[in-house]
């Protein structure tokens, strides 16, 4: 979702959303941890090919969201 759409979709609406994403992350986690760390990995190329964002920058929403589901941060970041 991009981060335009999200801000004009009401709160409500926006917390199901993030329930439900929330909840395909964390089944896929369960059922193939690997799928989850590779589209991770994915998203910080693609996040750092774009420029938009710093190293550090990418760097903390990977850190924070590996916690989140008690992966392993340094495997994403390389």
């Known amino acids: 979702m991009k981060h335009g759409r999200a ?3 009401n ?3 926006y917390l199901r ?3 439900l994403a ?6 896929t986690l369960k ?3 690997d799928r989850v760390v590779r589209a991770i990995t994915f998203v910080v190329e693609k996040l750092k090919s774009d420029g938009a964002h710093g190293s550090a920058e990418i760097e ?3 850190v924070q969201l ?5 992966l392993p941060w340094k495997e ?3």
């Open 7 to 9: 801000l004009n979709m």
């Open 11 to 13: 709160r409500s609406s």
């Open 17 to 19: 959303a993030r329930a």
């Open 22 to 27: 929330d909840r395909v992350i964390t089944e």
């Open 31 to 33: 059922r193939d941890p």
């Open 60 to 62: 903390a929403g990977v």
């Open 66 to 70: 590996c916690r989140e589901l008690g």
């Open 76 to 78: 994403t970041m390389n």
